[in-house]
T-cell receptor, first 109, second 113 residues
Framework: QKEVEQNSGPLSVPEGAIASLNCTYS??????FFWYRQYSGKSPELIMS????GDKEDGRFTAQLNKASQYVSLLIRDSQPSDSATYLC?????????FGAGTRLTVKP | DTAVSQTPKYLVTQMGNDKSIKCEQN?????MYWYKQDSKKFLKIMFS???????INETVPNRFSPKSPDKAHLNLHINSLELGDSAVYFC????????????FGPGTRLTVT
Protein backbone atom coordinates (compact mmCIF):
# COMPACT_ATOMS: atom_id res chain seq x y z
CA GLN A 1 0.00 0.00 0.00
CA LYS A 2 1.31 3.43 -0.92
CA GLU A 3 1.96 5.70 2.03
CA VAL A 4 0.00 8.62 0.61
CA GLU A 5 -2.62 7.97 -2.05
CA GLN A 6 -4.38 10.42 -4.29
CA ASN A 7 -6.59 9.99 -7.32
CA SER A 8 -4.31 11.03 -10.18
CA GLY A 9 -7.19 12.52 -12.17
CA PRO A 10 -7.49 14.45 -14.28
CA LEU A 11 -10.31 16.07 -12.39
CA SER A 12 -12.25 18.51 -14.51
CA VAL A 13 -14.71 21.03 -13.10
CA PRO A 14 -16.46 24.04 -14.66
CA GLU A 15 -15.53 27.54 -13.57
CA GLY A 16 -17.36 28.53 -10.41
CA ALA A 17 -17.90 24.96 -9.21
CA ILE A 18 -16.44 23.29 -6.13
CA ALA A 19 -13.42 21.10 -6.74
CA SER A 20 -12.93 18.29 -4.23
CA LEU A 21 -9.52 16.64 -3.88
CA ASN A 22 -8.98 13.62 -1.70
CA CYS A 23 -6.03 11.94 -0.02
CA THR A 24 -5.59 8.91 2.21
CA TYR A 25 -2.53 7.96 4.19
CA SER A 26 -1.35 4.73 5.75
CA UNK A 27 0.69 5.77 8.82
CA UNK A 28 -1.56 6.27 11.83
CA UNK A 29 1.04 8.32 13.71
CA UNK A 30 1.04 11.02 11.03
CA UNK A 31 0.82 14.40 12.72
CA UNK A 32 0.92 17.12 10.09
CA PHE A 33 -0.84 17.39 6.77
CA PHE A 34 -0.27 19.77 3.88
CA TRP A 35 -1.66 20.63 0.49
CA TYR A 36 0.64 21.97 -2.20
CA ARG A 37 -0.23 23.33 -5.63
CA GLN A 38 2.19 22.78 -8.50
CA TYR A 39 1.80 24.49 -11.84
CA SER A 40 3.42 22.79 -14.82
CA GLY A 41 7.15 23.46 -14.83
CA LYS A 42 7.07 25.19 -11.44
CA SER A 43 7.87 24.22 -7.88
CA PRO A 44 5.30 23.08 -5.29
CA GLU A 45 3.66 25.99 -3.49
CA LEU A 46 2.12 25.56 -0.04
CA ILE A 47 -1.62 26.22 0.07
CA MET A 48 -2.80 24.84 3.40
CA SER A 49 -1.58 23.03 6.47
CA UNK A 50 -3.81 21.20 8.93
CA UNK A 51 -2.88 19.52 12.17
CA UNK A 52 -6.10 18.60 13.98
CA UNK A 53 -9.37 16.93 13.05
CA GLY A 54 -12.03 19.06 11.43
CA ASP A 55 -12.09 21.83 8.87
CA LYS A 56 -9.71 24.69 8.26
CA GLU A 57 -10.71 27.47 5.91
CA ASP A 58 -8.51 29.99 4.11
CA GLY A 59 -10.24 32.09 1.49
CA ARG A 60 -11.66 29.79 -1.19
CA PHE A 61 -9.79 26.78 0.21
CA THR A 62 -10.97 24.42 2.94
CA ALA A 63 -8.88 21.54 4.22
CA GLN A 64 -10.61 18.71 6.06
CA LEU A 65 -8.88 16.14 8.25
CA ASN A 66 -10.24 12.92 9.68
CA LYS A 67 -7.48 11.06 11.51
CA ALA A 68 -9.72 8.11 12.41
CA SER A 69 -10.35 7.48 8.72
CA GLN A 70 -6.81 8.54 7.75
CA TYR A 71 -8.26 10.93 5.25
CA VAL A 72 -7.52 14.51 4.31
CA SER A 73 -9.26 16.54 1.62
CA LEU A 74 -9.09 19.94 -0.03
CA LEU A 75 -12.14 21.82 -1.28
CA ILE A 76 -11.75 24.72 -3.67
CA ARG A 77 -14.85 26.89 -3.86
CA ASP A 78 -15.66 29.10 -6.85
CA SER A 79 -12.98 27.36 -8.91
CA GLN A 80 -11.12 29.56 -11.37
CA PRO A 81 -9.15 28.60 -14.50
CA SER A 82 -6.06 29.81 -12.62
CA ASP A 83 -6.63 26.96 -10.15
CA SER A 84 -5.76 24.47 -12.90
CA ALA A 85 -2.68 22.70 -11.59
CA THR A 86 -1.54 19.50 -9.88
CA TYR A 87 -2.40 19.33 -6.19
CA LEU A 88 -0.05 17.38 -3.95
CA CYS A 89 -1.06 15.97 -0.60
CA UNK A 90 1.82 15.69 1.89
CA UNK A 91 1.93 13.92 5.22
CA UNK A 92 4.62 14.43 7.85
CA UNK A 93 5.61 11.63 10.18
CA UNK A 94 8.43 12.68 12.48
CA UNK A 95 11.21 14.00 10.28
CA UNK A 96 9.78 12.46 7.11
CA UNK A 97 7.51 14.23 4.60
CA UNK A 98 5.72 11.87 2.22
CA PHE A 99 4.00 13.17 -0.88
CA GLY A 100 1.19 11.67 -2.88
CA ALA A 101 1.53 11.44 -6.65
CA GLY A 102 -0.79 14.43 -7.07
CA THR A 103 -4.20 15.08 -8.61
CA ARG A 104 -4.32 17.08 -11.80
CA LEU A 105 -7.17 19.61 -11.72
CA THR A 106 -8.52 21.39 -14.78
CA VAL A 107 -11.01 24.21 -14.37
CA LYS A 108 -12.84 24.89 -17.61
CA PRO A 109 -14.05 28.44 -18.39
CA ASP B 1 13.80 38.79 -1.68
CA THR B 2 14.00 35.18 -2.92
CA ALA B 3 13.26 32.74 -0.11
CA VAL B 4 14.79 29.50 -1.42
CA SER B 5 17.05 29.75 -4.44
CA GLN B 6 18.80 27.09 -6.51
CA THR B 7 21.46 27.20 -9.18
CA PRO B 8 21.59 26.29 -11.93
CA LYS B 9 18.00 26.18 -13.17
CA TYR B 10 18.89 23.87 -16.04
CA LEU B 11 21.75 21.42 -16.26
CA VAL B 12 22.48 19.31 -19.33
CA THR B 13 25.41 16.97 -19.12
CA GLN B 14 26.73 13.66 -20.37
CA MET B 15 26.77 10.31 -18.64
CA GLY B 16 29.74 9.81 -16.38
CA ASN B 17 30.22 13.48 -15.55
CA ASP B 18 30.17 14.96 -12.04
CA LYS B 19 27.94 17.93 -11.31
CA SER B 20 26.76 20.04 -8.38
CA ILE B 21 23.56 21.89 -7.59
CA LYS B 22 23.53 24.68 -5.03
CA CYS B 23 20.74 25.77 -2.72
CA GLU B 24 20.42 28.75 -0.40
CA GLN B 25 17.60 29.93 1.85
CA ASN B 26 17.27 33.34 3.50
CA UNK B 27 14.31 32.43 5.71
CA UNK B 28 16.37 31.68 8.80
CA UNK B 29 15.15 28.07 8.73
CA UNK B 30 17.00 25.31 10.53
CA UNK B 31 16.17 22.42 8.20
CA MET B 32 16.83 21.93 4.50
CA TYR B 33 15.90 19.14 2.11
CA TRP B 34 16.62 17.72 -1.33
CA TYR B 35 13.81 16.14 -3.32
CA LYS B 36 13.78 14.41 -6.69
CA GLN B 37 10.76 14.66 -8.98
CA ASP B 38 10.80 12.17 -11.80
CA SER B 39 9.02 12.20 -15.14
CA LYS B 40 5.85 10.86 -13.53
CA LYS B 41 5.88 13.90 -11.24
CA PHE B 42 6.34 11.84 -8.10
CA LEU B 43 8.16 13.89 -5.46
CA LYS B 44 10.52 11.86 -3.31
CA ILE B 45 12.73 13.02 -0.46
CA MET B 46 16.44 12.29 -0.78
CA PHE B 47 18.14 14.05 2.13
CA SER B 48 17.35 16.29 5.06
CA UNK B 49 19.76 18.41 7.07
CA UNK B 50 19.06 20.12 10.37
CA UNK B 51 21.57 22.77 11.41
CA UNK B 52 24.20 21.29 9.10
CA UNK B 53 23.64 17.74 10.35
CA UNK B 54 22.24 14.94 8.21
CA UNK B 55 18.97 13.62 9.64
CA ILE B 56 17.38 11.83 6.69
CA ASN B 57 19.24 9.83 4.10
CA GLU B 58 16.77 7.86 2.03
CA THR B 59 17.82 4.98 -0.17
CA VAL B 60 19.82 7.02 -2.61
CA PRO B 61 22.91 5.82 -4.52
CA ASN B 62 26.10 6.93 -2.81
CA ARG B 63 26.96 8.81 -6.01
CA PHE B 64 24.78 11.52 -4.46
CA SER B 65 26.49 13.44 -1.69
CA PRO B 66 24.91 16.41 0.08
CA LYS B 67 26.98 19.04 1.83
CA SER B 68 25.81 21.74 4.21
CA PRO B 69 28.50 24.36 4.91
CA ASP B 70 26.06 26.30 7.11
CA LYS B 71 22.38 26.10 7.90
CA ALA B 72 21.46 28.47 5.05
CA HIS B 73 23.10 26.33 2.36
CA LEU B 74 22.65 22.77 1.19
CA ASN B 75 24.45 21.61 -1.92
CA LEU B 76 24.08 18.36 -3.83
CA HIS B 77 26.98 16.78 -5.63
CA ILE B 78 26.39 13.93 -8.06
CA ASN B 79 29.21 11.70 -9.29
CA SER B 80 29.24 9.52 -12.40
CA LEU B 81 25.89 10.74 -13.68
CA GLU B 82 23.55 8.15 -15.21
CA LEU B 83 20.60 8.49 -17.59
CA GLY B 84 18.22 7.63 -14.73
CA ASP B 85 19.37 10.68 -12.79
CA SER B 86 17.49 12.89 -15.23
CA ALA B 87 14.79 14.59 -13.20
CA VAL B 88 13.91 17.87 -11.52
CA TYR B 89 15.67 18.35 -8.20
CA PHE B 90 14.02 20.60 -5.64
CA CYS B 91 15.57 22.10 -2.57
CA UNK B 92 13.25 22.99 0.32
CA UNK B 93 13.51 24.40 3.81
CA UNK B 94 11.42 24.47 6.98
CA UNK B 95 11.68 26.34 10.26
CA UNK B 96 12.31 23.17 12.25
CA UNK B 97 12.31 19.48 11.49
CA UNK B 98 8.99 18.25 12.86
CA UNK B 99 5.59 19.39 11.77
CA UNK B 100 6.54 22.56 9.95
CA UNK B 101 5.63 23.64 6.43
CA UNK B 102 8.30 23.22 3.79
CA UNK B 103 9.04 25.90 1.22
CA PHE B 104 10.46 24.88 -2.12
CA GLY B 105 13.06 26.39 -4.40
CA PRO B 106 12.40 26.80 -8.14
CA GLY B 107 13.99 23.46 -9.04
CA THR B 108 16.91 22.34 -11.18
CA ARG B 109 16.06 20.37 -14.29
CA LEU B 110 18.88 17.88 -14.83
CA THR B 111 19.14 16.14 -18.19
CA VAL B 112 21.75 13.43 -18.65
CA THR B 113 22.47 12.43 -22.24
Amino acid sequence: QKEVEQNSGPLSVPEGAIASLNCTYSDRVSQSFFWYRQYSGKSPELIMSIYSNGDKEDGRFTAQLNKASQYVSLLIRDSQPSDSATYLCAVKVGNDMRFGAGTRLTVKP
Amino acid sequence: DTAVSQTPKYLVTQMGNDKSIKCEQNLGHDTMYWYKQDSKKFLKIMFSYNNKELIINETVPNRFSPKSPDKAHLNLHINSLELGDSAVYFCASSLRTSGYEQYFGPGTRLTVT
